[in-house]
């Protein structure tokens, strides 16, 4: 209740204390005369106070209405804004909490999906008194320039330094997946950044591009030791067993294009376990299926050998391999055999003066475990190799 309120109410009760306590006139108990309407000045007089009192009694009560009802709305308004607030604060609350609540952003794989991330960074400074050719510079040093005439007006005469950071290379296994109760998969997509330069100007050799080196899902089945591989993927001419994996400046494996061939190749293998869950030597037999491969003829256009048109691609002619290999407790052998055909006349008959040829190839290799890949030796006889390693091959780098 507000001050003014309580003054009115105080007036009332005063005025209605006088009216009551307010005594009888003398003259009206002693019989004044009275006027033509039966009553004298006195009462008169009493009748217009009393009929006054009762118009400010009404006043004051309306006064007390009007004043109710501003503070019952007052009190309203004052609730409804209060209500408000409290709302307006439970929701800052609740957005508050549900930002903090958030998950954070995370890689996710299906149940039972398991992807690691493999890899290294290689970043090397380099120094060298002569030039190389085929696949360059730098990390990808294989063969030195000779000092003919047209190398020396080339520039591949001369001394040069560097950094280099393209054998950097990363990979992803997946595994964990079921197909059935048997049969199960996985896969590797690999990459590494010798896919050539973003141009030729000032900048390219600082803008090295990615390459796909694998690109494979394994079907397996455990129980029965079967492996389905299919994708782009080593060749089984090329000895990853005695092929170690370097860190060290040059991208090539000691002695590639010589006495170790292959390359990666888009292709179907199966590997069999020969002797599956029985002790002693582990036999096993892979047999695979891989896309053609030459490096020639070339059209006018010069995209034979990125579009399909060379003679390893003629006709569909593919290279058949197999290989065995054996592991004791201490040391690893294999045999691998090669064989494809050739249309010399490539797609089309680009070069019809050029007829079929025919590719063979066996490796044998043998390797003591125990002194790691430091010792090794393997025998490779064969015809028409030199494209099994790549080494004509356009637009390639390393292995």
């Known amino acids: 209740m507000t001050k003014a309120s309580k003054a009115m109410r105080n007036s009332l009760l005063a005025l209605c204390i006088a009216c009551a306590l307010y005594p009888p006139s003398p003259a009206s108990a ?54 408000t607030a409290a709302q307006a604060q439970s929701t800052a609350q609740a957005t508050s909490t549900k930002v903090e609540a958030a998950p954070k952003p995370q890689f996710t794989t299906a149940p039972g999906l398991s992807v690691a991330l493999h890899g290294f960074i290689s970043a090397s400074g380099f120094a060298q008194d002569k030039t190389f050719i085929n ?33 950097t290379r990363f990979w992803l296994d997946v595994t964990g997946a079921r197909l059935n109760d048997n049969w199960g998969g996985g896969g590797r997509i690999e990459m590494d950044f010798f896919g050539g330069n973003n141009g030729t100007g000032a900048f390219a050799q600082q803008q090295p591009v990615p390459r796909l080196r694998q690109a494979y899902m394994d079907i397996t089945n455990p129980n029965i030791g079967s492996t389905i591989r299919i994708g782009q993927q080593w060749d089984l001419m090329f000895p990853l067993d005695n ?50 491969n030459w490096n020639g003829p070339q059209n006018s256009a010069g995209t034979s050998n990125v ?20 592991q004791g407790g201490n040391w690893l052998a294999y045999f691998a055999a090669h064989y494809s055909q050739v249309k010399l006349s490539g797609v089309g008959d680009i070069n019809p003066k050029l007829c079929r040829r025919g590719r063979w190839a066996v490796d044998k290799g043998v390797r003591p475990t125990e002194l790691g890949p430091l010792v090794h030796a393997k025998l490779m006889e064969g015809q028409q190799l030199d494209s099994l390693d790549q080494r004509a091959q356009a637009g390639d780098q390393v292995a």
Do not use: C
């Open 30 to 83: 002693q019989g004044v005369p009275a006027d033509n309407h039966g009553s004298t000045p006195r009462e008169r007089q009493l009748n217009d106070r009393v009929t006054h009192l009762e118009q400010e009694l009404a006043e004051l009560k309306a006064m007390l209405q009007d004043q109710k009802a501003a503070t019952t709305q007052a009190t309203q308004a004052a609730q409804q804004a209060q209500a």
């Open 135 to 167: 696949y360059g510079n730098g990390q990808s040093a294989l063969i030195p320039a000779p000092p003919t005439v047209s190398n020396k007006a080339n520039g591949y005469d001369g001394s040069l330094s560097g950094f280099d950071v393209r054998n």
């Open 243 to 292: 092929v170690p994996t370097s860190l060290t400046h040059i991208g090539f494996p000691l002695g590639y294009g010589t006495g170790i061939v292959g390359w990666r190749y888009p292709g179907v293998v199966w590997m069999q376990d020969l002797n599956h869950g029985s002790d002693g030597i582990k036999w096993r037999l892979d047999m695979g299926v891989f896309e053609g």
């Open 307 to 326: 579009n399909y048109l060379n003679a390893g691609s003629a006709n569909f002619r593919p290279q058949v391999e197999a290989r065995l290999r054996a």
